[in-house]
């Protein structure tokens, strides 16, 4: 009896062990089989198998179109980033090759406009000192790039928290806003789609082949229990003024007598047409 306890415990204790040793994937990763992706990381390499010691077969760059033949099993984390292996096709010139790009390399969004790339994509994870807490955390950078053919015309990078908060994004052209002499506006989002797990927006404004990034939008909240909003107001939006951009804040949280308490606050940002200051 003894005997069987003691294997039933060892049985266990392996079992939670595997759990906590498997790796998952994000799912700003997840991408369809037979569908066209494009590489969102400078000499991303193609391997022989799914496997960061295979072969290395070739090498791409940015906004080099592949098709995504199939999602393989395997997943590899690199700082906060999980992605799976995917095995794809691609042309160079005449010649089509396939092989195995880690999907953490792939554009997580991109889009097409007046003769431009842009590609939107998680380019690593940093350490950064926590201004709460006297500790170090970890923090993904996003990254969204403008190129015209092979050419990188400009780029801007910006956080977007942990790996919980990368379940799934979007990435989206937008008007101008009304902005003085702004091409285009992009908006990028991560989202981690849970109870107290974070969201961010950025915004990043187009303007003679220049990305301009503004201060990125931080959203979270736990049901009734608290919430953390943040929003911009535009020129052409309810309540806006022309050449600026209003940057507004709105807390809530319940007390122990089941109170909400709210705090609001806003900042005015002034555009002169080629940047922004705090008014």
Known sequence: MKTLLTALILLTVQLFAAQENEVFADGVFSFEDNKPQKIFTDWTRIRKEPDVKAQVLDSLQSNQPVLILKKEEAVLKLGERGANWYKVSYQKGDVTSEGYVWGGNLCVGYRNKNGYDFLFGLSKTVDRKSKDFNDVEKQNIAGIKVMEGNTLI??????????????????????????????????????????????????????DKKLIALPHLMNVGDADVFYHSEHYIFPNDKGGIPDAFIFKTEEMERDEKDREKKKRSSKTYLWNGSSYHLK
């Open 154 to 207: 400009d780029e801007v990078y910006f956080d977007t928290g942990r790996g919980e908060e990368l379940s799934y994004a979007t990435f989206n052209i937008e008007s101008n806003h009304k902005l003085q002499n702004v091409e285009l506006t992009l908006k990028a989002m991560v989202s981690g789609e849970a109870c107290g797990i974070a969201s961010y927006d950025q915004y990043v404004l187009f303007k």
